[in-house]
């Protein structure tokens, strides 16, 4: 005996094969989700001393529980980012160009911000 698909067959598998995989995508994204309710975001603008934006200024964001650090060399408006940040643990930020130091400033636990701003003035020692 031959089996042949007609139709009908083909749509319904194709549309099962269509609503599996976005069930699937679906949980994926909840758990994207709960990772970016635990997430946050730091930025702000690297400033010299007479409030122009410092192009190469190297801004450090410690992981004060791990001790970890990245790094941010800014461009030339000045401007940085990190983000991926857990609301549990406290970072602290600095910024460093030639001579030139700002910070630290600390990014508390206490501070519910998602997207917080901390803008960094340098000053020379």
């Known amino acids: ?10 749509v319904v598998v194709i549309v099962t094969l269509v609503l ?5 995508a679906q949980s994926k994204s909840r758990e994207e989700r709960r ?3 635990n997430s946050r975001a730091v930025q702000g603008l690297v400033t010299g001393a007479k409030d122009q934006p410092v192009t190469g200024a190297v801004v450090q964001l ?6 970890q650090v ?5 461009q030339s408006d000045g ?3 990190f983000s991926g940040l ?15 130091t700002a910070g630290p400033r600390n990014l508390s ?10 803008n960094l003035k340098l000053e020379k020692k």
């Open 1 to 10: 005996m031959r089996y042949t698909w007609n139709g009908l067959q083909v």
């Open 20 to 24: 599996s995989a976005n069930l699937f």
């Open 35 to 37: 990772a970016e309710a």
């Open 62 to 67: 410690k992981d004060m529980r791990t001790l």
């Open 70 to 74: 990245r790094s941010y060399i800014t």
């Open 79 to 81: 401007a940085y980012h």
């Open 86 to 100: 857990r609301m549990d643990i406290e970072y602290q930020v600095t910024a460093k160009s030639d001579d030139a």
């Open 109 to 118: 636990i206490f501070d519910t911000r998602k997207d917080a701003v901390m």
